[in-house]
Structures are given as C-alpha cells and as structure tokens.
C-alpha cells in the first residue's frame, strides 16, 4: 500500500487550497490531495465499471485530468465534486464504448477480487459474508444510474445537490434514484 | 401503512446520514484501493508535469534574490519623491494660512465697492423732463469751466425720460452689478483705486486721448458717409489716429474732437466700453448704466449738484430752441434721431447717449451736439453757420467749428475773414 508523508500543514490545508498549491507547481500538494481521495474515487470507479482493470484505466485517466487542469482549476468549485465529476463522465464514456454491460460472472469475479476483511467470530463470519455478498449483489443489480447515486452517497458523502452536480441529473431526480436503490436494497436484504 | 412509514423513515434518516444498519454494512464491503504501481503511475505523472514549472519557480526565486538591489533603489527614490511632495504641500500651505488677512482686505474693499452701490439709486431721474433738442451756445459756455478735470461724470442732462422709465430697471442692474463686485474683484471693476496705481493705458487722460479721438474721427466720417459726402478724402484722413497737435500725454477734455465724439455717442466711456456697442447690446447697456453709477457714487458727488447741473442744462436747452427751430435744415436731423433713425451720429447721439454723456461730464453736450451738427453741413454752409456764431456773439463756439472744420476738409479755403480768427 502507497503511504505517504505529507507534512503536518498538509493535514490541515483544503482540498482547493491543495489543489491551487499544485496549480502553482507544488507536487507535494499534489500527493496530499491524493492520499485523501485515491481510496473513494477508486472505490466509486470499482462499483461503477465492476471490473478491476476497468477501474484501474479510469482512476489513472481521472488523475491525469487532473493534473492537467491543474492551471485552469477555480476554487468556487468543491474539489470532490470536480473529482467525481470527471470521474463520472469518463465511467459514463466506457460504459457507452463497452455495452453490452459485463455478465454476473464478471461480477462474481470482481466480488471475489475484493478484499475481505478478517471476523471476529466464526458463526458471523459466514453471516457477515453473507450480508455482504447480498448487498454486492444488489448494487451489482441496479440501474447504473441508482448505483452511482447510491454509493455517491454512500462511499463518497455526498449530499443530494452534490450527486447531482456530479452526475448532471436534477435534485428531485437523485432523490427518485437514492429512494429507488434504497428500497431495492432493503428488499434483497427482506428475502 | 407502519411499514411503508417506517421504510420512508429510514430512507430519510439515510439521506441525513444518520448510522443505519445499511450504512453500516456497506462501510464493512471490501474497501478496494488502487495499487502501488498505478500510485507511482499517478504521481510520477503528476510530479513531470510541474517539474518544468518547479525549474521556473527556481528561476524566478534566484531572480528574486538579485531583486531586493534594485528595489531598495526604487524605494528610496520613492521616498525622496513623497518626502519632497509633502514638502512642497506644507509650503502651499502655509502660503494659504497667510492668505486669509490678504482675503479679509480684499472682502473689507468689496464691501466699500457694495455700500456705495445700493446707494447710488438716484432719486432725481424720475423727475427729469423729456428730453429737448440739443443745447445750444449757453450750456457751452457755462460748462468749461465747471468742468472737472477728469471724466467721472454728473448724471446726464438729456435723456432723462428714458433713464425714467427705465430707473427700477437699473436699480436691479446695479444691485446685480454690486453682487458681480462682491464676486469679482478684477482691476477692471476696482475702479475705486487711485489713478496711479492702475496700469498707463487705463488712466482716464489715456484713454481719453487714445480712444476718443480716433472714434471721433470715425463717427464724422460715418457722418459724410451717411450724406453721400466726400467719404473717401476724409476716411483715409481718418482710418488714421493722428496725436492730438500740442497735447501729448495730456488730456485736454476740452478739445473739440473730444466733443464731437461725446455729441456723436462714438467715443469710450472712461472704462474702454464702446458706446455704440454697448448701445446696440442691452446687457452691456445695462452694464455701462451701472458702471457709471458706481463711478458717480465713488465720486461721492451728491444728487443735488448733479439735478442743479441737469436743470442748468435744461435750461440751456430751452434758450436754444427757437434758434434750432429757426434753422430748418438743422432741426431734420433731431428729428430723425426721434425717429430713432441712426442714420448719422448726430441721431444716433441722443438716443444712444446717456450713458457716455454721463461719464463725459457737463461740459456742454448741446453745444457740442450743435458742433456735431455743423461737422455735417458743407464747408460753405459750415462758414455761413460759423459767421452766425461770430454774430451771436459766441466766439469760442465759432473757433471750435472753425478749428473742426480746419482739420476736417484742410483743403478747404478758408475766408478771409475768418481766416485770421483767433
């Protein structure tokens, strides 16, 4: 796992103050931004294509969006809503160039990929395991467009007008994708 | 119901964030993190691309360094600058902390300039009879010698009805040239300073002879122009102002063009205004009439003196009347000034000359007029008229046309007679 050692200013810098930083030429600035953020994106990039290498092109192809408008960047903008964004209409680019979308058994295979953290107690594990592959499988079941909403919210944070910036849908229209995956959810979880 | 209410509770409460079981289980999925190399893929791709920028902001660092040699130069000439401008502020200022005792002064000689002003008012216009016929020999001779030295002038004889009607009139102007005063302190209007200190070419002797006689000459000429006369001999005699023969640098205000020009309303007043100018404008009018009611005021001259020398002249007037009533070829041209027709100046005279003949003084407007008058006629009839004055009895009358008439046709052949006159 990459570590690194951001200096203890770093720690307390914004993200655009970060951002702006690296603008000016800072690469250190740039790595703090990075340790913050290298984990959701990924991890929303993963949920979204469903497939590591496909995840892997995006977060790098992301990154270097980045990097390049690096000048242009203007703090009115969160900087993780920015993020996101891009890495949403990229994740949008390769779903429209890949379609048909991937099969369960790709699913499978990323879901095996995935790391599983260590229980604490035997009998848990398997309902743990259980709940968990549950819940997998009904991400994996939704439309793509209560998927992204769902972890935006979910793994990201994000509030209802932030997913909707990010994914370029109204509020109301995030708010009828959210209620959606959460009942689908909560009825995979009722079997 | 419950459990629709209770699904719509936990969706809210998922909105809000707030810890749910779901959120709990979703936190406990796989966290998946991108591995080392695609980390250093994205940092080294991140540090390249600032790299040339980092060797610039070096660049500019060392640049920076070498910047403080100059800059202390820069400061210090900035200082220099600023020091300097303050300097020179705090001298202005000072300056202006000694002005008030100058300004004080200059308001206290407004106020002297004002008072006089609002008291100028003259009560005895009003009371002025209509304006006769140009006063003849007696006014002549009993002016010369009241007349005062200098041209600051008693109010006018003759055009007293006008001044009458128009008296409220130049009470306003004169309380509104009393306000210009207080406003504007220019030499033009301090005319309560001494003759001294005002520059040469404003002195009344200067302009007296600088002005009037060139304009008298121009108001005869426009005179035998009028007639049809022989305009071309006396136009070119009189396009050139000639100095006034044994009078250099001193005024003689008794001097016969001084008089044709006062007749004739051509001449400048004592401020350089000229007359028919100001005639023809009626602000500037209004501007001389208050003028030369400030200047009588100055003069301190009393309103009795100017109504006694006013029913003097009137009386002058009436004693003259028959004997311009007697000559019919005389008596046309008072009539066409009441007709207002400007024709020649001896018309244009009375209409026009209660501003100049104010300032000129007393020294016999009717006579001059009739001077006036006879400058018109042809030398014959000008000889005929001055046999009449000789018989008459008025034999300075009869000198000043002889003389006017030497200088205006001096190719003429005087009589024998009269030849000799002295």
């Known amino acids: 796992m990459y570590r690194l050692t951001c200096r203890p200013m770093r720690a307390e810098s914004t993200d655009e103050e970060l951002m702006l930083a690296y603008g000016r030429g800072d690469a250190h600035a740039f790595e703090a931004l990075y340790t913050r953020h290298r984990g959701t994106l990924y991890r929303f990039l993963l949920r979204h294509c469903r497939e590591r290498a496909s995840a892997d092109e995006l977060f790098q192809e992301t990154w270097s969006r980045v990097i390049v408008a690096r000048e242009r960047y203007r703090p009115e903008a969160k900087f993780t809503t920015w993020l996101l964004q891009i890495a949403h209409n990229?994740?949008?680019?390769?779903?429209?160039?890949?379609?048909?979308?991937?099969?369960?058994?790709?699913?499978?295979l990323v879901f095996r990929q995935l790391d599983a953290p260590e229980a604490e107690r035997p009998e848990r594990v398997l309902s743990e395991f259980e709940q968990r592959r549950r819940l997998q499988r009904a991400l994996e079941d939704l439309p793509d467009e209560q998927r992204n909403a769902f972890v935006l919210r979910m793994e990201n944070g994000l509030g209802l007008d932030e997913i909707a910036e990010v994914t370029g849908a109204g509020q109301e229209t995030v708010k009828s994708r959210l209620r959606y995956a959460f009942a689908k959810i909560r009825a995979r979880f009722a079997e | 119901m419950t459990q629709r209410n209770h699904h719509e509770r936990e969706f809210e409460a998922f909105l809000a964030g707030e810890e749910s079981e779901l959120a709990r289980l979703y936190r406990r999925l796989p966290q998946s993190e991108p591995d080392a190399k695609l980390d250093a893929a994205v940092l080294a791709l991140a540090r390249a691309a600032v790299e040339p920028q980092r060797v610039n902001a070096l660049r500019h660092a060392n640049v920076r360094h070498r910047r403080p040699v100059w800059l202390v130069a820069l400061s210090s000439a900035a200082g220099v600058v600023l020091a300097t401008g303050i300097a020179w502020q705090m001298r202005n200022g000072f300056n202006e902390s000694a002005a008030p005792a100058l300004r004080e002064s200059a308001s206290a000689r407004t106020e002297l300039d004002v008072i006089p002003i609002s008291a100028i008012v003259p009560p005895a216009e009003p009371a002025a009879p209509p304006a006769p016929p140009p006063a003849e020999a007696p006014a002549v001779a009993a002016t010369p010698a009241a007349a005062p030295p200098t041209m600051a002038a008693p109010p006018p004889a003759k055009p007293m009805p006008m001044q009458a009607k128009t008296a409220p009139h130049r009470r306003e102007v004169e309380l509104a040239a009393g306000a210009d005063a207080k406003k504007d302190s220019s030499p033009r209007m301090d005319e309560a300073a001494p003759a001294d200190a005002l520059p040469p070419e404003r002195t009344v002797a200067t302009t007296a002879q600088t002005s009037a006689e060139p304009l008298a000459r121009e108001g005869l000429a426009d005179a035998e122009r009028s007639r049809g006369g022989t305009v071309d001999k006396f136009a070119a005699e009189a396009a050139q102002p000639r100095p006034f023969p044994g009078a250099a640098g001193v005024p003689d205000y008794n001097s016969v063009e001084r008089k044709a020009a006062i007749a004739s309303g051509s001449r400048r007043d004592d401020y350089g205004v000229d007359v028919d100018a100001a005639s023809a404008d009626p602000l500037a009018k209004q501007e001389q009439r208050a003028r030369v009611?400030?200047?009588?005021?100055?003069?301190?001259?009393?309103?009795?003196?100017?109504?006694?020398?006013?029913?003097?002249?009137?009386?002058?007037?009436?004693?003259?009347?028959?004997?311009?009533?007697?000559?019919?070829?005389?008596?046309?041209?008072?009539?066409?000034?009441?007709?207002?027709n400007a024709a020649t100046p001896a018309a244009v005279a009375p209409a026009t000359s209660a501003a100049p003949a104010a300032a000129a003084g007393t020294i016999g407007n009717a006579a001059s007029a009739e001077l006036q008058r006879n400058a018109t006629l042809p030398p014959d009839e000008w000889i005929k008229r001055i046999r009449e004055l000789l018989r008459e009895e008025r034999r300075a009358d009869a000198l000043e046309n002889l003389a006017l008439l030497r200088r205006k046709h001096p190719a003429y052949v005087i009589p024998g007679d009269l030849r000799e006159l002295r």
């Not at chain 1, 990229?90 to 499978?108: C, F, K, S, V, W």
């Not at chain 2, 003196?305 to 004997?323: G, L, Y």
């Open chain 2, 293 to 340: 009611a400030r200047s009588a005021a100055k003069e301190k001259r009393p309103a009795e003196e100017a109504m006694a020398r006013a029913q003097s002249a009137r009386e002058a007037e009436r004693q003259s009347a028959p004997q311009i009533a007697a000559a019919p070829d005389r008596s046309a041209i008072p009539a066409a000034a009441a007709t207002a």
């Open chain 1, 90 to 108: 990229l994740a949008i680019d390769l779903m429209r160039r890949n379609r048909p979308q991937a099969g369960p058994e790709e699913t499978e």
